[in-house]
């Protein structure tokens, strides 16, 4: 398997990413290969010389970066030979089987949707986070491809999303919740209310109903499925509310005994590190004809790490093939022509 | 000031809101009154005999009681002497100057909105709810009365909780920023880019643009703008991954040491005291012609105080008065009629 990975993504890059893949050698196999996409005197520069990594790691000359705060459709168009643009383009020309980057999450959605082109029989990819709660672990789907969903897109959301969380989880049979402000059936607004009967109407669907905010971290669903806008909300909000309440934590902790704020470290670590998406290895789009890895900007070697073991998985899985063979079988249909 | 109370609405009624009711005496001045409503014999069963409370403490019949979980709407046209039909019913007849619910939301809303109508200039009601946070108080608005809302209903969501944060949290200039999935121009949906627009036009509100969810919590504004749909999502996941967290929290330290598991409970009890949102005693209805707080259902007696506490100083401020004269004077104005 031959796997791309964005050199130049996130805030940590180059360091973490090449230092992720240098840490990633142990995961492969005889035909297996890295490519660091990135300015080759860079790279090379960071590479350490040794002779065996020579046949699994190879670098390909990309010398545009797309910063983190650039416009996506205007920097791809800016800059045809950015390292985005250039595994994009592998991808499409079937160089690569699967693509990562923790850059510009933006321009990489653009890139990846426009060079490789849906799965046969998705409308819209939509970008999958797993949050490991101490329930288990939640798929979100989507959190920030597709701003404005039609009820079809919610439907193969959760489609997408179950066969992901089957086969990369383990988990059996997945439950399917609709994120919504309420239980009840008449409760959402009006794509809310219609995917909620696609989704009902899919007698191999584990659909739960409708779930609300909480839902989330009390058990009761594997797989969440909203538009990008408020699944980009929760993943931000989530983020946000962890940091700001530990570091409430923290300060009360330190105000009164030290010595209590000292023991209570590693109890943190160890949250951080059992509760830590980044041992998903960042986002999948799902959707996409083909492998595609998004990971967060502040993404460390161990993110790149995860997300090349990630990809693996997803491709040997052949996660792709079997939401085209779902899709292909659905007695779920729509009468909305404009999806 | 005379404050009717559901005294049947919530998880814990009527015990807790009768509680609550008793424990705010001392809050009250010679002119204020409290009125439970609810089934008369259900609360003077509760109310204990002490003749210095008739003064000030009134009794209102209402037979009917709508459970958490009916319909809004349903439930109040079959039940028209329920508690939340009367107290909107003694609003709008001007017999009473404040409406307390720890009810169902949905009916609470649908109620008062029906019979206390808008303020004038106010297109549609929001529901304001303030989020303790690390860095000082965050009023969201909507968070749950305005599903699909219009870009003029954002607008108007960020002048009236700005009125509100400035006279009843005394921050001199709040920042108001607006919920999106980027900080820049062209995040957004439709919706939210209008909306943009139409604060960003108005010299008197100080606009810091869009926000991400993260954004909450670190102290770079002081409101949070977002449609009903998002701001509910919003509300229920911070409570859900709050207790989430506690959980996984308590489960680490108890797993090893019990001694760290009891030393920190007190750090966990004051830190939930610190950033109970109860010390708010609920959300304002923001927008309707009178005062009106919707609690949590699950409030008890300190809530409901609380919530008696903010009624009070809502009205005594005169928040409507100077919501109406901001927008009378607002240069901001929207061509589109279909708000």
């Known amino acids: ?172 049979n997945p439950r399917v919740g609709l994120m919504s402000i309420g239980q009840e059936d008449a409760k959402g607004n009006e794509v809310v209310k219609k995917a909620r009967e696609l989704m009902k109407s899919d007698p191999n669907m584990n659909f739960v109903g409708n779930i609300e905010g909480r839902d989330i971290f009390n058990g009761i669903c594997d797989i969440a499925v909203c538009d990008g806008f408020v699944g980009n909300v929760i993943l931000k909000l989530t983020e946000g509310l962890v940091d700001g309440l530990f570091k409430a934590i923290k300060h009360e902790l330190m105000t009164e005994k030290l010595k209590l704020a000292m023991e209570f470290k590693p109890v943190i670590t160890r949250i951080y590190r059992k509760y830590d998406y980044n041992v998903y290895g960042g986002a999948l789009l799902l959707g996409i004809n083909g492998t595609a890895l998004i990971c967060h900007g502040s993404s460390k070697s161990r993110t790149i790490k995860n997300a090349i073991s990630a990809s693996k998985s997803f491709y040997t899985e052949k996660i792709n093939d079997k939401i085209v063979e779902y899709l292909s079988q659905t007695s779920v249909r729509t009468d909305d022509e404009s999806r």
Chains 1, 2 share one sequence.
């Open 1 to 172: 398997m031959r796997i791309a990975i964005d050199a130049m993504g996130g805030d940590n890059a180059p360091d973490e990413i090449i230092a992720g893949v240098l840490e990633s050698m142990e995961l492969l196999g005889e035909n297996d290969e890295l490519i660091l996409v990135g300015p080759q005197d860079v790279i090379e520069s960071q590479l350490p010389p040794v002779k065996s990594h020579k046949g699994a790691v190879r670098v390909v000359h990309a010398p545009d970066v797309i910063s983190m705060d650039e416009t996506p459709v205007e920097s791809l168009r800016k800059k045809r030979k950015s390292s985005i643009a250039v595994i994009a383009k592998m991808a499409k020309l079937n160089q690569v089987d699967a693509v990562i980057s923790a850059g510009n999450t933006g321009a990489s959605v653009a890139a990846f949707q426009m060079r490789m082109r849906n799965l046969s029989g998705v409308n819209r990819p939509g970008i999958a986070v797993v949050f490991p709660t101490f329930e288990g672990p939640v798929t979100i789907c989507d959190v920030g491809a597709n701003i404005v969903c039609k009820p079809l897109n919610l439907y193969q959301y959760g489609v997408m999303a179950m066969i992901y969380s089957k086969h990369l989880h383990g988990i059996e």
